[in-house]
């Protein structure tokens, strides 16, 4: 049960949505009604500039990090260097700030992607397990020059390496539902990669603020 309100707490984290209050402070507008409709950093690139993705990026993986914190801490009196099972808690408050980030309830459940979020979860998780997610998706991007399937990429080199290093099954299992968060809210990009239709990153992104 602690374990389950801790899911909540993340998600409660995860409602902070930065890049609509981002887009709302400083751009004036709901990001959701400009370019993809995606509340998340590479839209807000895109629309606002770079240096306004930056923040928004940063901000979505620090909320991540520091729910986990939040749960490592409470469970086991430390943030970080946790083993084996206890990895579970921190792993699921940060379930709970991706769904937080992806369906925020005073959004009517429209928001992100929460691949920034990942990240986070990730970077306070394993060590071993961050850098192989950052390797595939970088490389991925520099190849493709797709965003979204370089975050497709990361969800599934995120679980695979999980089950690779580790061996407990709930941990595995938290970590493939991530990915499979990660595959639901692609859905569409998914389908624009299949037709081709896809947009690529671009050199033309503006600086923003």
Known sequence: MLQALFVLVGYGIGCLQTAYIVGRVVGKIDIRDHGSGNAGMTNVARVMGVRAGLVVLATDILKAVAAVMLANFVFHGRIY??????????????????????????????????????????????????????????????????????????CLAFAVSTTILFNEIPVILVTWG?????????????????????TKISKKWKIGI
Not at 133 to 145: D, E, G, I, R, Y
Not at 178 to 198: D, M, P, S, V, Y
Request: with cysteine.
């Open 81 to 154: 260097g946790m083993q084996g099972l206890e990895y579970l808690p921190g792993l699921l408050c940060g379930l709970g700030v991706i769904l937080g980030h992806n369906f925020p309830f005073y959004l009517k459940f429209r928001g992100g992607k929460g691949i920034a979020s990942s990240i986070g979860v990730a970077f306070m998780f394993d060590w071993r397990v961050l850098v192989l997610t950052l390797v595939v998706a970088f490389v991925v991007l520099a190849v493709k020059k797709y965003m979204s399937l370089a975050s497709l990429a990361a």
């Open 178 to 198: 991530i990915c499979a968060l990660g595959f639901i809210t692609h859905r569409h990009n998914i389908a624009r990669l299949i037709k081709g239709e896809e």
